[in-house]
Protein backbone atom coordinates (compact mmCIF):
# COMPACT_ATOMS: atom_id res chain seq x y z
CA UNK A 1 0.00 0.00 0.00
CA UNK A 2 1.45 3.35 -0.69
CA UNK A 3 2.21 5.75 2.11
CA UNK A 4 -0.74 8.25 0.75
CA UNK A 5 -3.22 5.43 0.90
CA UNK A 6 -1.99 4.03 4.24
CA UNK A 7 -2.18 7.67 6.05
CA UNK A 8 -5.80 8.10 4.54
CA UNK A 9 -6.46 4.73 5.64
CA UNK A 10 -4.97 5.67 9.22
CA UNK A 11 -7.36 8.75 9.24
CA UNK A 12 -11.12 7.39 8.29
CA UNK A 13 -10.48 5.10 11.05
CA UNK A 14 -9.33 7.88 13.61
CA UNK A 15 -12.24 9.55 12.16
CA UNK A 16 -15.04 6.73 11.92
CA UNK A 17 -15.94 6.59 15.90
CA UNK A 18 -17.49 10.12 15.34
CA UNK A 19 -19.60 8.73 11.91
CA UNK A 20 -23.05 7.68 14.22
CA UNK A 21 -23.28 10.74 15.84
CA UNK A 22 -22.67 12.81 12.47
CA UNK A 23 -25.37 10.66 10.56
CA UNK A 24 -28.02 11.33 13.53
CA UNK A 25 -27.11 14.95 13.08
CA UNK A 26 -27.78 14.71 9.08
CA UNK A 27 -30.91 12.35 10.01
CA UNK A 28 -32.33 15.51 12.51
CA UNK A 29 -32.34 17.30 9.51
CA UNK A 30 -34.09 15.54 6.91
CA UNK A 31 -30.16 14.39 4.96
CA UNK A 32 -30.22 11.38 6.43
CA UNK A 33 -33.18 8.57 6.51
CA UNK A 34 -33.77 8.34 10.28
CA UNK A 35 -34.66 4.19 10.08
CA UNK A 36 -31.64 3.45 7.84
CA UNK A 37 -28.92 5.54 8.26
CA UNK A 38 -26.80 2.66 10.09
CA UNK A 39 -26.78 1.31 6.34
CA UNK A 40 -24.01 3.23 5.85
CA UNK A 41 -21.90 2.11 9.08
CA UNK A 42 -21.71 -1.03 7.13
CA UNK A 43 -24.78 -2.04 9.45
CA UNK A 44 -27.33 -4.42 6.62
CA UNK A 45 -30.96 -4.14 7.18
CA UNK A 46 -31.77 -7.00 5.08
CA UNK A 47 -30.45 -10.73 4.69
CA UNK A 48 -28.30 -11.81 1.97
CA UNK A 49 -29.37 -14.10 -0.60
CA UNK A 50 -27.55 -17.49 -1.30
CA UNK A 51 -26.07 -17.60 -4.28
CA UNK A 52 -23.45 -15.01 -6.14
CA UNK A 53 -24.23 -11.26 -6.03
CA UNK A 54 -23.79 -8.11 -8.02
CA UNK A 55 -22.90 -4.64 -6.07
CA UNK A 56 -23.48 -2.11 -8.65
CA UNK A 57 -22.68 1.63 -6.86
CA UNK A 58 -24.21 4.82 -7.94
CA UNK A 59 -24.01 7.90 -5.36
CA UNK A 60 -26.76 10.09 -6.38
CA UNK A 61 -29.89 9.88 -8.50
CA UNK A 62 -28.46 10.54 -11.84
CA UNK A 63 -25.02 7.64 -11.22
CA UNK A 64 -27.61 5.23 -9.88
CA UNK A 65 -30.51 5.61 -12.49
CA UNK A 66 -28.14 5.17 -15.30
CA UNK A 67 -27.57 1.76 -13.86
CA UNK A 68 -30.80 0.62 -14.54
CA UNK A 69 -29.79 -0.72 -18.17
CA UNK A 70 -27.34 -2.32 -17.31
CA UNK A 71 -28.55 -4.30 -13.90
CA UNK A 72 -31.64 -5.49 -16.07
CA UNK A 73 -29.40 -7.16 -18.71
CA UNK A 74 -26.85 -8.36 -15.94
CA UNK A 75 -30.24 -9.74 -14.59
CA UNK A 76 -31.24 -11.62 -18.49
CA UNK A 77 -27.50 -12.98 -18.41
CA UNK A 78 -26.87 -14.55 -15.33
CA UNK A 79 -30.84 -14.65 -13.81
CA UNK A 80 -29.21 -17.03 -10.89
CA UNK A 81 -27.29 -13.70 -9.50
CA UNK A 82 -28.97 -11.61 -6.81
CA UNK A 83 -28.62 -7.88 -7.23
CA UNK A 84 -27.42 -5.11 -4.94
CA UNK A 85 -27.66 -1.36 -5.97
CA UNK A 86 -26.02 0.69 -3.27
CA UNK A 87 -26.25 4.73 -3.57
CA UNK A 88 -25.53 7.83 -1.10
CA UNK A 89 -28.26 10.04 -0.89
CA UNK A 90 -32.04 10.08 0.43
CA UNK A 91 -33.32 11.63 -2.45
CA UNK A 92 -31.56 8.87 -4.87
CA UNK A 93 -33.27 5.60 -2.28
CA UNK A 94 -36.58 7.23 -2.67
CA UNK A 95 -36.60 7.26 -6.77
CA UNK A 96 -34.83 3.47 -6.81
CA UNK A 97 -37.37 2.47 -4.39
CA UNK A 98 -40.05 3.25 -7.31
CA UNK A 99 -37.86 2.16 -10.30
CA UNK A 100 -35.81 -1.08 -8.85
CA UNK A 101 -37.44 -4.17 -10.08
CA UNK A 102 -38.65 -7.21 -7.79
CA UNK A 103 -35.96 -8.81 -6.02
CA UNK A 104 -33.35 -5.95 -6.27
CA UNK A 105 -31.86 -5.05 -2.62
CA UNK A 106 -30.96 -1.16 -2.42
CA UNK A 107 -29.06 -0.36 0.38
CA UNK A 108 -27.26 3.14 1.34
CA UNK A 109 -23.65 2.66 0.25
CA UNK A 110 -21.31 2.03 3.52
CA UNK A 111 -18.75 5.28 4.24
CA UNK A 112 -15.25 4.76 3.17
CA UNK A 113 -13.81 3.86 6.46
CA UNK A 114 -12.06 0.47 7.16
CA UNK A 115 -14.74 -0.66 9.55
CA UNK A 116 -17.77 0.62 7.58
CA UNK A 117 -16.66 -1.30 4.53
CA UNK A 118 -15.32 -4.73 6.20
CA UNK A 119 -19.08 -5.17 7.43
CA UNK A 120 -20.53 -4.44 4.57
CA UNK A 121 -18.43 -6.73 3.00
CA UNK A 122 -18.79 -9.64 5.42
CA UNK A 123 -22.07 -9.68 5.06
CA UNK A 124 -22.91 -9.03 1.48
CA UNK A 125 -19.68 -11.30 -0.11
CA UNK A 126 -20.25 -9.38 -3.59
CA UNK A 127 -18.48 -11.60 -6.50
CA UNK A 128 -18.55 -8.53 -8.77
CA UNK A 129 -18.65 -4.75 -7.65
CA UNK A 130 -19.59 -2.07 -10.36
CA UNK A 131 -18.95 1.41 -9.88
CA UNK A 132 -20.42 3.91 -11.64
CA UNK A 133 -18.57 7.03 -13.20
CA UNK A 134 -15.82 8.94 -10.60
CA UNK A 135 -16.53 6.56 -7.55
CA UNK A 136 -12.98 5.85 -6.80
CA UNK A 137 -13.09 5.91 -2.59
CA UNK A 138 -9.71 4.28 -1.68
CA UNK A 139 -10.96 1.89 0.94
CA UNK A 140 -13.90 0.54 -0.84
CA UNK A 141 -11.54 -0.28 -3.76
CA UNK A 142 -9.10 -1.66 -1.54
CA UNK A 143 -11.01 -3.82 0.70
CA UNK A 144 -12.85 -5.45 -2.54
CA UNK A 145 -9.78 -6.55 -3.76
CA UNK A 146 -8.39 -8.03 -0.99
CA UNK A 147 -11.43 -10.05 0.08
CA UNK A 148 -11.64 -11.47 -3.63
CA UNK A 149 -14.11 -9.01 -5.15
CA UNK A 150 -13.77 -8.54 -8.85
CA UNK A 151 -13.98 -4.85 -9.52
CA UNK A 152 -14.93 -2.83 -12.66
CA UNK A 153 -15.53 1.17 -13.14
CA UNK A 154 -17.87 1.88 -15.56
CA UNK A 155 -19.32 4.81 -17.84
CA UNK A 156 -16.61 6.66 -16.12
CA UNK A 157 -16.14 10.21 -16.17
CA UNK A 158 -12.45 11.27 -15.18
CA UNK A 159 -12.52 15.30 -15.03
CA UNK A 160 -10.08 17.21 -15.84
CA UNK A 161 -9.92 18.56 -12.04
CA UNK A 162 -9.96 14.87 -10.80
CA UNK A 163 -7.19 13.76 -12.75
CA UNK A 164 -5.22 16.78 -11.62
CA UNK A 165 -6.25 15.75 -7.79
CA UNK A 166 -5.10 12.09 -8.49
CA UNK A 167 -2.01 12.99 -10.84
CA UNK A 168 -0.34 14.72 -7.37
CA UNK A 169 -0.33 11.30 -5.98
CA UNK A 170 0.84 9.08 -8.72
CA UNK A 171 2.27 6.09 -6.54
CA UNK A 172 -1.73 6.09 -5.51
CA UNK A 173 -3.58 6.77 -8.57
CA UNK A 174 -2.38 3.75 -9.97
CA UNK A 175 -2.37 1.55 -7.12
CA UNK A 176 -6.53 2.51 -6.48
CA UNK A 177 -7.17 2.25 -10.47
CA UNK A 178 -4.80 -0.76 -10.75
CA UNK A 179 -7.02 -3.24 -9.12
CA UNK A 180 -10.09 -3.11 -11.59
CA UNK A 181 -10.09 -6.06 -13.62
CA UNK A 182 -12.21 -3.68 -16.18
CA UNK A 183 -12.52 0.11 -16.87
CA UNK A 184 -14.58 1.17 -19.26
CA UNK A 185 -15.13 5.36 -19.79
CA UNK A 186 -17.45 6.93 -20.89
CA UNK A 187 -15.55 9.24 -23.78
CA UNK A 188 -12.20 9.63 -25.30
CA UNK A 189 -11.29 12.29 -22.88
CA UNK A 190 -11.63 10.18 -20.09
CA UNK A 191 -9.79 7.31 -21.53
CA UNK A 192 -6.65 9.50 -21.98
CA UNK A 193 -6.97 11.01 -18.32
CA UNK A 194 -7.07 7.28 -16.81
CA UNK A 195 -4.19 6.40 -19.28
CA UNK A 196 -1.74 9.30 -17.99
CA UNK A 197 -2.95 8.37 -14.43
CA UNK A 198 -1.60 4.36 -15.50
CA UNK A 199 -4.75 2.46 -16.25
CA UNK A 200 -5.27 1.85 -19.90
CA UNK A 201 -8.89 1.31 -20.49
CA UNK A 202 -10.75 -1.63 -22.12
CA UNK A 203 -13.08 -0.40 -24.40
CA UNK A 204 -16.21 2.47 -24.31
CA UNK A 205 -19.53 2.38 -22.49
CA UNK A 206 -21.27 5.95 -21.50
CA UNK A 207 -24.40 4.71 -19.43
CA UNK A 208 -26.21 8.04 -20.24
CA UNK A 209 -27.31 6.71 -23.70
CA UNK A 210 -28.68 3.48 -22.12
CA UNK A 211 -31.83 4.81 -20.19
CA UNK A 212 -35.41 3.47 -21.06
CA UNK A 213 -38.25 6.07 -21.49
CA UNK A 214 -39.38 7.19 -17.86
CA UNK A 215 -42.27 5.24 -16.67
CA UNK A 216 -45.60 7.36 -15.99
CA UNK A 217 -49.40 6.80 -15.48
CA UNK A 218 -51.36 6.35 -18.42
CA UNK A 219 -54.73 7.37 -17.08
CA UNK A 220 -53.28 10.73 -15.05
CA UNK A 221 -51.69 11.40 -17.98
CA UNK A 222 -54.88 11.64 -19.53
CA UNK A 223 -56.50 13.28 -16.87
CA UNK A 224 -53.94 16.07 -17.44
CA UNK A 225 -53.82 16.81 -21.00
CA UNK A 226 -57.94 17.26 -20.92
CA UNK A 227 -57.00 19.97 -17.87
CA UNK A 228 -54.46 21.63 -19.73
CA UNK A 229 -56.92 21.71 -23.34
CA UNK A 230 -55.88 24.61 -25.35
CA UNK A 231 -52.96 25.10 -23.11
CA UNK A 232 -49.44 24.75 -24.47
CA UNK A 233 -47.63 23.38 -21.28
CA UNK A 234 -43.82 24.97 -20.40
CA UNK A 235 -41.81 22.64 -17.64
CA UNK A 236 -38.95 23.68 -15.83
CA UNK A 237 -37.57 20.29 -14.73
CA UNK A 238 -34.85 19.29 -11.72
CA UNK A 239 -34.61 23.15 -10.73
CA UNK A 240 -31.76 24.23 -8.16
CA UNK A 241 -31.85 27.16 -5.90
CA UNK A 242 -31.50 30.11 -7.78
CA UNK A 243 -33.02 29.08 -10.83
CA UNK A 244 -36.68 29.18 -9.92
CA UNK A 245 -36.57 33.10 -9.84
CA UNK A 246 -34.97 32.96 -13.53
CA UNK A 247 -37.45 30.28 -14.79
CA UNK A 248 -40.30 32.32 -13.35
CA UNK A 249 -38.72 35.58 -15.51
CA UNK A 250 -37.81 33.59 -18.31
CA UNK A 251 -42.07 33.16 -18.30
CA UNK A 252 -43.33 36.94 -17.24
CA UNK A 253 -41.16 38.10 -20.17
CA UNK A 254 -42.98 35.35 -22.32
CA UNK A 255 -46.35 37.13 -21.40
CA UNK A 256 -49.25 36.01 -22.68
CA UNK A 257 -49.06 35.16 -26.03
CA UNK A 258 -52.03 35.43 -28.40
CA UNK A 259 -54.13 32.43 -28.70
CA UNK A 260 -52.45 29.77 -26.37
CA UNK A 261 -51.50 31.81 -23.24
CA UNK A 262 -48.79 28.75 -21.72
CA UNK A 263 -48.77 27.36 -18.15
CA UNK A 264 -45.39 26.35 -16.37
CA UNK A 265 -44.26 23.52 -14.49
CA UNK A 266 -42.08 23.44 -12.37
CA UNK A 267 -40.76 20.48 -10.50
CA UNK A 268 -37.84 20.56 -8.69
CA UNK A 269 -34.96 18.45 -7.98
CA UNK A 270 -35.29 18.87 -4.33
CA UNK A 271 -38.94 18.55 -3.04
CA UNK A 272 -38.77 20.31 -0.27
CA UNK A 273 -38.83 23.28 -1.99
CA UNK A 274 -42.02 23.35 -3.09
CA UNK A 275 -43.62 25.88 -0.81
CA UNK A 276 -40.98 28.26 -1.33
CA UNK A 277 -41.10 28.14 -5.11
CA UNK A 278 -44.89 28.49 -4.43
CA UNK A 279 -44.57 31.39 -2.70
CA UNK A 280 -41.84 33.08 -5.59
CA UNK A 281 -44.63 32.23 -8.23
CA UNK A 282 -47.38 33.85 -5.88
CA UNK A 283 -45.31 37.37 -5.26
CA UNK A 284 -45.34 37.56 -9.18
CA UNK A 285 -48.95 37.08 -9.22
CA UNK A 286 -49.46 34.24 -10.79
CA UNK A 287 -52.33 31.94 -10.28
CA UNK A 288 -50.18 29.09 -8.46
CA UNK A 289 -51.22 25.20 -7.67
CA UNK A 290 -48.76 22.74 -5.34
CA UNK A 291 -48.73 19.04 -5.54
CA UNK A 292 -47.49 18.93 -2.29
CA UNK A 293 -50.27 21.27 -1.01
CA UNK A 294 -52.91 18.93 -2.43
CA UNK A 295 -53.73 21.39 -5.03
CA UNK A 296 -54.69 19.56 -8.41
CA UNK A 297 -53.47 20.87 -11.67
CA UNK A 298 -56.19 22.80 -13.42
CA UNK A 299 -56.49 24.67 -16.88
CA UNK A 300 -56.74 27.64 -14.50
CA UNK A 301 -53.65 27.99 -13.12
CA UNK A 302 -50.43 29.55 -14.57
CA UNK A 303 -47.86 27.99 -12.98
CA UNK A 304 -47.91 24.60 -11.26
CA UNK A 305 -45.16 23.25 -8.81
CA UNK A 306 -45.12 19.73 -9.24
CA UNK A 307 -42.60 18.98 -5.96
CA UNK A 308 -43.26 15.18 -5.71
CA UNK A 309 -40.65 12.45 -7.05
CA UNK A 310 -40.63 10.56 -9.82
CA UNK A 311 -43.14 12.11 -12.00
CA UNK A 312 -41.16 13.22 -14.58
CA UNK A 313 -41.87 10.84 -17.00
CA UNK A 314 -45.64 12.28 -16.91
CA UNK A 315 -44.36 16.08 -17.26
CA UNK A 316 -42.17 15.16 -19.96
CA UNK A 317 -44.82 13.29 -22.19
CA UNK A 318 -47.24 16.62 -21.41
CA UNK A 319 -44.51 19.42 -22.16
CA UNK A 320 -44.30 21.02 -25.31
CA UNK A 321 -41.06 22.19 -23.94
CA UNK A 322 -38.73 21.43 -21.26
CA UNK A 323 -36.30 23.49 -19.59
CA UNK A 324 -33.35 21.35 -17.47
CA UNK A 325 -32.03 22.79 -14.18
CA UNK A 326 -28.72 21.82 -12.53
CA UNK A 327 -26.96 24.14 -15.51
CA UNK A 328 -27.52 27.94 -15.26
CA UNK A 329 -25.08 27.82 -12.57
CA UNK A 330 -21.33 26.07 -12.29
CA UNK A 331 -21.05 23.02 -9.84
CA UNK A 332 -24.21 21.09 -10.46
CA UNK A 333 -23.19 19.78 -13.94
CA UNK A 334 -26.77 19.14 -15.52
CA UNK A 335 -28.93 16.79 -15.79
CA UNK A 336 -30.06 14.23 -18.52
CA UNK A 337 -31.61 15.73 -21.41
CA UNK A 338 -32.26 12.12 -23.75
CA UNK A 339 -35.12 11.59 -20.60
CA UNK A 340 -36.92 14.46 -21.90
CA UNK A 341 -36.34 14.27 -25.93
CA UNK A 342 -36.49 10.45 -25.67
CA UNK A 343 -40.48 11.50 -24.62
CA UNK A 344 -40.81 14.08 -27.15
CA UNK A 345 -39.51 17.27 -25.23
CA UNK A 346 -37.35 19.57 -27.57
CA UNK A 347 -34.71 20.72 -24.12
CA UNK A 348 -33.96 24.07 -23.23
CA UNK A 349 -31.17 24.52 -21.15
CA UNK A 350 -27.97 26.87 -19.26
CA UNK A 351 -24.43 26.46 -20.03
CA UNK A 352 -22.90 24.57 -17.17
CA UNK A 353 -23.87 20.87 -18.18
CA UNK A 354 -20.25 19.06 -17.69
CA UNK A 355 -21.34 16.00 -16.71
CA UNK A 356 -23.79 15.88 -19.84
CA UNK A 357 -21.26 17.53 -22.19
CA UNK A 358 -21.36 14.74 -25.00
CA UNK A 359 -24.25 13.56 -24.38
CA UNK A 360 -25.65 17.87 -25.26
CA UNK A 361 -22.98 18.04 -27.94
CA UNK A 362 -24.67 15.22 -30.26
CA UNK A 363 -28.35 16.36 -29.46
CA UNK A 364 -27.34 20.37 -30.26
CA UNK A 365 -25.65 18.75 -33.67
CA UNK A 366 -29.20 17.34 -34.21
CA UNK A 367 -31.34 19.73 -33.63
CA UNK A 368 -32.69 18.33 -30.65
CA UNK A 369 -31.12 20.85 -27.59
CA UNK A 370 -30.56 24.66 -27.33
CA UNK A 371 -28.65 26.43 -24.66
CA UNK A 372 -30.23 29.79 -23.35
CA UNK A 373 -27.88 31.50 -20.49
CA UNK A 374 -30.02 33.60 -18.88
CA UNK A 375 -33.89 34.42 -17.99
CA UNK A 376 -34.51 36.97 -21.13
CA UNK A 377 -32.58 34.21 -23.84
CA UNK A 378 -34.70 31.29 -22.50
CA UNK A 379 -37.52 33.36 -23.44
CA UNK A 380 -36.63 33.74 -26.67
CA UNK A 381 -36.03 30.24 -27.01
CA UNK A 382 -39.28 28.60 -25.84
CA UNK A 383 -41.18 31.66 -27.92
CA UNK A 384 -39.57 30.21 -31.16
CA UNK A 385 -40.12 26.30 -29.95
CA UNK A 386 -43.68 26.78 -28.66
CA UNK A 387 -43.91 28.12 -32.51
CA UNK A 388 -42.23 25.54 -34.42
CA UNK A 389 -41.35 22.96 -32.31
CA UNK A 390 -40.35 19.76 -33.90
CA UNK A 391 -43.29 16.96 -33.70
CA UNK A 392 -43.37 14.83 -31.02
CA UNK A 393 -42.89 11.38 -32.85
CA UNK A 394 -40.00 13.09 -35.02
CA UNK A 395 -38.01 13.92 -31.82
CA UNK A 396 -38.76 10.64 -30.41
CA UNK A 397 -37.64 8.48 -33.41
CA UNK A 398 -34.34 11.04 -33.74
CA UNK A 399 -33.35 10.02 -29.94
CA UNK A 400 -34.28 6.55 -30.71
CA UNK A 401 -31.97 6.57 -33.72
CA UNK A 402 -29.27 8.10 -31.35
CA UNK A 403 -29.50 5.55 -28.74
CA UNK A 404 -29.48 2.56 -30.75
CA UNK A 405 -26.04 3.90 -31.68
CA UNK A 406 -24.73 3.50 -29.16
CA UNK A 407 -26.70 0.06 -27.89
CA UNK A 408 -23.52 -2.43 -29.04
CA UNK A 409 -20.96 -0.88 -26.29
CA UNK A 410 -23.85 -1.85 -23.29
CA UNK A 411 -24.23 -5.26 -25.13
CA UNK A 412 -20.63 -6.01 -25.08
CA UNK A 413 -20.29 -4.44 -21.52
CA UNK A 414 -22.40 -6.88 -20.24
CA UNK A 415 -20.70 -9.89 -21.53
CA UNK A 416 -18.00 -8.45 -20.15
CA UNK A 417 -19.46 -7.91 -16.60
CA UNK A 418 -21.05 -11.80 -16.68
CA UNK A 419 -17.77 -13.13 -17.84
CA UNK A 420 -16.10 -11.86 -14.26
CA UNK A 421 -18.87 -14.19 -12.48
CA UNK A 422 -18.47 -17.22 -10.97
Same mark, same amino acid.
Given at each position: ????? =?????????????????????????????????????????????????????????????????????????????????????????????????????????????????????????????????????????????????????????????????????????????????????????????????????????????????????????????????????????????????????????? =???????????????????????????????????????????????????????????????????????????????????????????????????????????????????????????????????????????????????????????????????????
Amino acid at each position: MSAAL =GLYRGLTGLLEPLAPTLLKRRAAKGKEDPQRWSEKLGRASTPRPDGPLIWLHGVSVGESLSLLPLLERLRTSRPDATVLVTSGTVTSAEILGKRLPEGVIHQFAPLDAPGAIDRFLVHWRPDLAVLVESELWPNMIAAAKRAGVKLALVSARITQRTARGWSRLPGAAREVLGAFDLVLPQDDESADRLTRLGRASDGRLNLKYAGDPLPYDRARLGVLRDEAADRPVILAASTHPGEDEIVLEAFQWLG =GRIGDHPMLVIVPRHPERGAHIESLSKALGYDTGRQGAGDDFSHDCDVYVADTLGDLGLWFRLARVAFLGGSLKKGIGGHNPIEATLLGAPVVSGPHVDNWAGVYADLVHEGMARFAPDGDQISHVWDRLLDRSPSRTDLQARTAALLMGRARELNEAVARLAALLP
